[in-house]
């Protein structure tokens, strides 16, 4: 019997049971002491030919020993049956039943500030907020656990519509700054749904980071995928990850004040996806400045972000056209609004106005041209592939604001106005 008992006599026996092709998640290996220097280890009866011992305990009752936490297996005096003692528990985080009790509301109103921005009003999510900062509720920065020497000179960019001009507009200019990077892109496009891209976001062992734009997945699946990749958001916050997302505030606060000079009294919100984060925060935003400036605002619910979506949203509103103006959630929504309109023979802008969200470059050739809330894709993709590359600075990086701004054209005017 071997009395040799270090971690290179422990490491053997446990390269045996990886060679036999099994992989296990046991959570996080520990050192291991023994009192007893003639008490050998083996594991599920892969054993070092030199340590054979009948009485060592099976390999299920070794890791599931290792799951519950941090432990040390000390051998009785004489006697070769290992005993498993627990040491030290590992230190507890706080959760969401924890932030809600802090801030004073349900665990439902805490969820859907992190992940619905839209349904949570500014100033219950910012009471949550300072809850979570004051109990640390995710307030770590999440670094991966184990960053690779090697440089592939490669990213991923994961976009939820790539036939959407926007991200069009984000490609280029993401392409143009890993160009100044010496680095090549990677683009997956997720077509608005979590399993597209959480299947994209698999094997991406020759990628150096990846930057998320307006992810789909929840912020647990992200946070868990970020504890082995690099990853930077983009339209989109998840605590402890950095991120480049727009300030809607400077755009609506424009657009809405123009409409009240224009003698517009009320608008109506064309509405985006329900798992963007990027709707929830429009919609919150556009809320915020309507009430500020006592203009009435109502939604009109919209499946998908498209042209198609615009023009079945017209439909739905003719059947109770109570507002002069329309704010739709992106240029696709407003153009397709305007198309079924027009072939209704119905004027825009003189019956009602319309503004979109986003500046594609397709606003200009519409006829009329299409107001629209501007995000500068320029400024986002140079401030994202930065904070990737930037290792050292890296946990100093939170979340960055863009401002957005409100051009105007030819798709707004004064309510019944012959344009």
């Not at 150096?208 to 990853?231: C, E, N, Q, Y």
């Not at 904070?387 to 798709?411: C, G």
Request: net charge positive; charged share 20%.
């Amino acid at each position: 019997m071997n009395p040799d008992c270090s971690d290179s006599a422990v490491a053997k026996p446990i390269a045996q049971f990886a060679d036999a092709h099994i992989l296990l998640t046991v959570g996080r290996l520990s050192s291991f002491q023994t009192t007893d220097a003639h008490a050998p280890l083996a594991i599920g009866g892969l054993r070092d030919s030199q340590t054979a011992d009948t009485h060592a305990p099976p390999i299920p009752y070794i890791l599931q020993s290792f799951t519950r936490g941090t432990y040390n297996i000390h051998g009785k005096e004489n006697s070769h049956t290992p005993v498993v003692q627990e040491m030290s528990r590992h230190r507890t985080y706080p959760g969401i039943v924890d932030v809600a009790r802090e801030a004073g509301v349900s665990p439902s109103t805490v969820s859907r500030a992190f992940s619905r921005p839209g349904r949570v009003s500014e100033a219950t999510a910012q009471q949550i907020f300072d809850a979570a900062n004051r109990l640390g509720y995710r307030s770590g920065t999440i670094a991966p656990l184990t960053v690779g020497k090697t440089k592939h000179r490669l990213i991923l960019l994961a976009v939820s519509d790539i036939s959407n001009p926007a991200f069009a507009q984000l490609i280029r200019n993401t392409q143009r700054e890993c160009m100044r990077q010496n680095s090549g892109l990677l683009i997956a496009d997720t077509e608005e749904t979590k399993m597209n891209e959480r299947d994209s976001l698999h094997d991406l062992n020759n990628v150096d980071g990846v930057l998320l734009a307006s992810s789909r997945l929840s912020d647990t699946m992200i946070r868990k995928f970020a504890r082995h990749h690099k990853v930077v958001m983009i339209n989109r916050m998840v605590r402890g990850l950095p991120s480049v997302i727009p300030d809607y505030r400077p755009g609506f606060e424009s657009a809405v004040a123009r409409l009240i000079t224009l003698g517009h009294t009320g608008v109506t919100y064309l509405t985006g996806p329900k798992a963007s984060w990027a709707e929830g925060m429009r919609w919150r935003t556009l809320s915020d400045v309507c009430k500020e400036k006592n203009m009435s605002l109502k939604r009109l619910p919209c499946k998908e972000p498209t042209f198609e979506a615009g023009r079945k949203a017209f439909s739905q509103f003719m059947q109770q056209p109570d507002s002069t103006s329309i704010i739709a959630y992106n240029d696709l929504q407003a153009m397709g609004f305007i198309a079924a309109a027009q072939q209704q023979q119905i004027d825009v802008p003189q019956r009602f106005s319309i503004i979109g969200i986003d500046d594609i470059a397709d606003c200009t050739l519409l006829s009329p041209t299409l107001s629209s809330i501007r995000i500068d894709r320029r400024k986002e993709s140079k401030a994202a592939v930065a904070m990737l590359f930037d290792n050292d600075n890296a946990d100093a990086h939170t979340s960055l604001k863009v401002p957005t701004q409100f051009i105007e054209r030819n798709s707004v005017s004064i309510p019944g106005s012959d344009h």
